[in-house]
């Protein structure tokens, strides 16, 4: 429980930096936070237009019509956007509080909880449109949508995870952050966001499935779209290596904390 003690004991500078990163977010706009509404509203719908009348659907999704295809590409640009923006940003996250770590005794094992809360709540107010368009769509949501924070938890350690040992890399080198541009955006397409796992040959499935940013958008259709149970199987799989990643990420991280006051 050593994450989580850390994080609790410094829940009130976790607090403070988060509410300073959203305050700055649209600092000078006359609209303030309606672009974060405005936003994934203009996405979803073009979307919904493009798929409509020019691209079409693929054949697993035509049988759900145009709207549902188009919260399902929705849902799928919700996970892989979150995990883009801390992919991009981690790696320089120490460089850009270079000046505080090195000034001061500062817990800069905190820096990875507030980007990926800071993170974390622009992703919920795009489920919050998600939600809106689905009730107008559907006139329902489904039961299983209250399933949503066992997916989203697990989910959020992964990222955690992913922050610490991308933070720890890019400490040392700035390649890091280049690669993670280079990389970032083939890696969408091995992710079922503009496509559904069934829309993959069969024996190609397993492979994809060792994607853990494509398990999560799977079952987060499954409970927030389909009104269906996520695969046990793939649940515990999915879950069991988020938390090896969050753990693993963080000995790594704290193995190397004295290091980077050196480094960086």
């Given amino acids: 429980m050593t994450p989580f003690d850390n994080a609790w004991h410094y829940r009130e500078l976790i607090r403070a930096v988060v509410r300073r990163e959203l305050a700055v977010r649209f600092r000078g706009s006359i609209l303030g936070w309606i672009w974060a509404i405005f936003g994934p509203l203009v996405m979803l719908s073009a979307y919904t237009i493009i798929f409509s009348n020019a691209v079409g659907v693929p054949a697993s999704a035509k049988g759900a019509g145009v709207g549902t295809y188009a919260l399902s590409i929705f849902t799928g640009l919700i996970v892989f956007n979150l995990f883009s923006e801390l ?47 689905e009730l107008a769509l559907t006139f329902w949501l489904p039961p299983t949508v209250l399933l949503l924070p066992f997916v989203i938890g697990p989910f ?23 690669l993670m541009i280079s990389i970032v955006p083939v890696f969408m397409f091995a992710t079922p966001i503009f496509y559904s796992i069934e829309d993959v040959p069969p024996h190609l499935r397993l492979y994809v499935h060792f994607n853990p940013i494509g398990n999560y958008v799977e079952m987060l259709r499954d409970v927030l779209l389909f009104n269906r149970l996520p695969s046990f199987a793939l649940y515990a799989g999915t879950v069991g290596l988020s938390l090896f990643v969050f753990y693993f990420s963080y000995r790594f991280f704290m193995q190397y904390k004295a290091v980077f006051v050196d480094v960086i």
């Fill in 156 to 178: 959020f350690l992964f990222l955690l995870g992913t922050s610490w040992f991308l933070m720890a890399l890019g400490s040392f080198t700035r390649d890091v952050a280049h």
């Fill in 87 to 133: 992919a991009y940003r981690s790696p320089g996250m120490l460089h850009e509080h270079a000046g505080v770590i090195k000034k001061s005794i500062f817990p800069s094992e905190t820096l990875a909880w507030t980007a990926t809360i800071r993170a974390a709540v622009y992703a919920a107010i795009s489920l919050g449109v998600l939600a809106v368009f």
